[in-house]
């Protein structure tokens, strides 16, 4: 994928969504966006998407009522050990894994995070995301992987469970 490409992604996909995002993209320095496009294309599979995880606090039952097509959120890391729960509804800690469709990504906002030293890939709301699997998590290890009937399932960018 080619800046420019990258940049006709973010001006004609995404500019009615967060304007603000591709306006600040587009002052940013070329050299900047071109260090961005770089570090975050090597993310980029080549079917477009990008392979993301998430960690969120939550009660078991939210895990255990959670069904194919419910949001498991906006907000997802290409770097798996950057997946940190910053809030949460108490419970336990679930790292997820999933694939982030090209067209559910938010370059704009996604390469602002980039240039801000942040590890973000931002989806766009209410977009598809192919989950591959969730881990219970406590102390930074993987104590069990949870919901194996879940793997692959589409789900929504929407509101986290």
Do not use: C
Not at 66 to 87: E, F, N, R, S
Not at 91 to 115: C, M, N, Q, V
Request: net charge negative; aromatic share 8%.
């Amino acid at each position: 994928m080619k800046m420019r490409d990258l940049m006709r992604i973010v001006e004609t996909r995404w500019l009615n969504y967060q304007p603000d995002s591709v306006a600040d993209v587009l002052e940013m320095p070329a050299d900047m966006i071109a260090a961005a496009q770089a570090e975050l294309r090597k993310h980029v599979q080549p079917d477009g998407s990008v392979e993301v995880w998430r960690a969120m606090m939550l009660p078991m039952s939210a895990i255990r009522n959670l069904d194919p097509g419910v949001g498991i959120g906006m907000y997802w890391t290409y770097t798996k050990d950057m997946a940190i729960a910053y809030d949460g509804r108490g419970g336990f800690l679930y790292r997820f894994h999933a694939r982030l469709p090209e067209e559910s990504i938010d370059w704009a906002s996604t390469i602002k995070a980039f240039l801000h030293r942040e590890n973000e890939i931002t989806a766009v709301p209410f977009k598809p995301i192919q989950l591959l699997g969730i881990e219970w998590m406590s102390g930074g290890r993987v104590l069990e992987s949870v919901r194996p009937d879940l793997a692959g399932a589409m789900m929504t960018t929407g509101p986290a469970v």
